[in-house]
């Protein structure tokens, strides 16, 4: 049987880290196994290590295989349905409670990376480019809603302002978050794997979970061994599968598409972002880019219902890099791929219990990076008796995607292609 491998992406191809963890063999005992070592797994396997707990990650392919491994690496702050509609449908006492953990994620994510050394290419601040009036109107009121909220660390881009720090005519202004930011994601899930590892904590990579007991402990079993633990975490998300029939219905993989270019000179990436920071614009189907540690463009965008071959992500994304970045005509790329985040019907993250000892947290709906680091802090503490938190994200209604697995993908890609419409025309 053949090893697993990453994608072909630019993360795999300049980790930190290329060896491999043994996969599991027989039966072993813990206080927590983990399935998923991903961000969502690895921080709450940092969490309750930290508090002392014997805790086994059991990763179905390596360590970042997943969405981990391949996003955009931007730190973006708050939830993907922001803390006003948090507000407006479940009301002002939740919205104020989820806006207490909105900005905590980004904080989480850089306390790992100072407390365990971790070489991630880790740089400051994160922009919202705005594409038109009405976006950038938006933008003044995340600006307002994120300060009443506690988040201070913000300014906001009029046209000259924003063309100083990106060099494209496409936006009319934006909003610059100094406490977000960007890094290679496959190095940062590494640098956390070694971290879990380094307090004690066990990892197994090819060691897919094929079945799950329910019981006073928990036992779960892979091809050639089994973990009883005391609780488990499924941390999944989009690389789940139908293991927990009781999560697959609640949320959807959708997948997204990135390419990175050839290495630019110090004057193409002067030309195009001169102070480094990483940019999405405002769009439903948004464009998301930044320059990596070894200086080529990291391009990405677009949501798709399946999987893509190279070539034909590199159709799909270059002609949105050349309308950002006109100058990159010509400009050769390296690496292509594709990876899936998990999409909820609400676009709100899903954390919940099942029984008494089986914990899950999943859905970021294209915000995983911060909040999955906060869902680690917050599943360690709810396991740990401090529920306050986790009560909180667990009583956010959990709906099933209407007209089960068949009707699922296209009514929601012909949602997206609504939005796109709405993208195009500006509204």
């Known amino acids: 049987m053949s090893k697993p491998s990453h994608t072909t992406s630019y993360y795999a191809a300049s980790a930190n880290d290329k060896s491999m963890r043994p996969s599991l063999q027989g039966d072993i005992t813990a206080d927590i196994c983990v399935i998923g ?13 930290e508090k002392g707990f014997k805790v086994v990650v059991l990763e179905g392919s390596l360590v970042g295989f997943g969405a981990s491994g391949r996003n955009g690496g931007q ?26 953990m909105a900005f905590q994620g980004g904080r989480i994510l ?3 990376v ?5 070489d991630c290419d880790l ?4 922009i919202f480019a705005a594409c038109n009036e009405k976006q950038l109107d938006g933008m003044k009121d995340r600006k307002t809603l994120w300060e009443k909220h506690g988040h201070t660390e913000l300014d906001l881009l009029d046209e000259n302002a924003i063309r100083q720090r990106v060099g494209t005519e496409r936006y009319v202004g934006g909003l610059l978050d100094n406490s977000g930011g960007h890094f290679h994601p496959l190095n940062l899930v590494l640098g956390e794997a070694a971290a879990v590892e380094s307090l004690g904590g066990t990892i197994f990579e090819d060691s897919e979970v094929i079945k799950v007991e329910e019981g006073a402990k928990t ?47 110090a004057e193409q990436q002067k030309q195009l972002i001169p102070m480094d920071n990483c940019v999405e614009d405002c769009n439903y189907l948004l464009d998301y880019y930044r320059l990596s540690g070894d200086g080529r463009l990291i391009y990405g965008g677009g949501v798709t219902y399946g999987a893509r071959e190279p070539s034909k992500i590199e159709s799909k994304i270059v002609p949105n890099m050349l309308k950002t970045f006109p100058q990159l005509k010509g400009t050769k790329v390296d690496f292509a791929w594709t990876g899936n985040f998990l999409l909820t019907l609400m676009r709100l993250p899903q954390f919940g219990r099942i029984g008494k000892n089986i914990y899950y947290a999943q859905g970021y709906s294209g915000h995983g990076i911060t909040c999955s680091h906060l869902a680690g802090q917050v599943l ?8 306050e938190r986790f009560d909180i994200f667990a009583a956010l209604p959990q709906y099933p995607f209407p007209g089960g697995r068949m009707l699922r993908v296209p009514m929601t890609a012909a949602g997206a292609m609504y939005y796109s419409l709405r993208d195009k025309l500006g509204f």
Request: with cysteine; glycine share 12%; net charge neutral.
């Open 123 to 126: 740089k400051d601040g994160g």
């Open 37 to 49: 070592a991903g961000f969502t797994g690895l921080s709450t396997a940092i969490h309750l290590a």
């Open 114 to 118: 100072k407390d365990y050394n971790i």
């Open 75 to 100: 730190i973006v702050n708050s939830y993907s349905r922001d803390i006003d509609f948090i507000e407006k449908h479940y009301g002002q006492d939740v919205g104020n409670e989820m806006g207490k």
């Open 219 to 265: 036992k779960v079993y892979t091809k050639n061994g089994s973990v009883t633990a005391d609780f488990l975490v499924v941390s999944g998300n989009a690389y789940l599968g139908g293991l927990i029939p009781k999560l697959e219905a609640k949320a959807i993989p959708c997948g997204t598409q990135v390419i990175t270019t050839a290495p630019l000179s």
């Open 380 to 387: 360690a503490d709810a396991i740990t008796d401090q529920c």
């Open 110 to 112: 850089r306390r790992l």
